[in-house]
């Protein structure tokens, strides 16, 4: 039987001039999570960022994420695990 893999999906909205410092943060915890803005348009005042993480780190990203929003308002759009068949 194949090995299947989970990993724990979360797309959040956040607001264009904290998406700099959300890049960061998310860098700095290297080896955390890997990310990439969603298509928008030009003028947008947000930014949707797609997030991937392995189950095991779900619990430490769903804090850092968590901090976060504590200093600026973030929209969780939707949260769900991913099955790798």
Excluded: W
């Excluded at 890049?23 to 797609?50: C, H, M, Q």
């Amino acid at each position: 039987m194949p090995n299947v893999q989970t990993l724990f999906h979360s797309v959040i909205r956040i607001p264009k001039e904290e998406s700099a410092f959300t890049y960061f943060i998310l860098e700095a915890n290297e080896g955390l999570a890997f990310y990439s803005t969603l298509p928008f348009e030009k003028g947008s005042p947000y930014r949707d960022i797609d997030i991937k993480c392995s189950v095991d780190f779900k619990v430490e990203l769903c804090y850092l994420l968590d901090r976060l929003s504590q200093q600026y308002p973030i929209e969780f759009l939707s949260q769900t695990e991913l099955k790798d068949s």
